[in-house]
């Protein structure tokens, strides 16, 4: 379902009679500004449950005993 070029200017029609012209700059930098927070959002949740699955112990290997087999390494 594309939008051809009749429906984009009627859009356009439209949106200059219900806001002015000297408001749709605005109602555009708002919408641009939502989208990029929405974008970082998104992307920083993903980062997060990348993140959390490296996080995650992999088994005995990870235990505190083998952390401190070499003498002098003290668990700080």
Do not use: N, Y
Request: charged letters at 25%; glycine letters at 16%.
């Amino acid at each position: 379902m594309a939008l051809g070029t009749g429906e984009i200017v009627l859009i356009v029609v439209v949106l200059l009679v219900i806001f002015g012209g000297s408001k749709l700059p605005q109602l555009g930098e708002g919408l641009g500004r939502a989208i990029g927070s929405f974008k970082r959002a998104l992307s920083g949740s993903q980062e997060i449950e990348a993140g959390a699955k490296k996080a995650e112990p992999q088994g005995p290997a990870d235990s505190e005993a083998q952390k401190s087999d070499k003498p002098g390494d003290k668990a700080s």
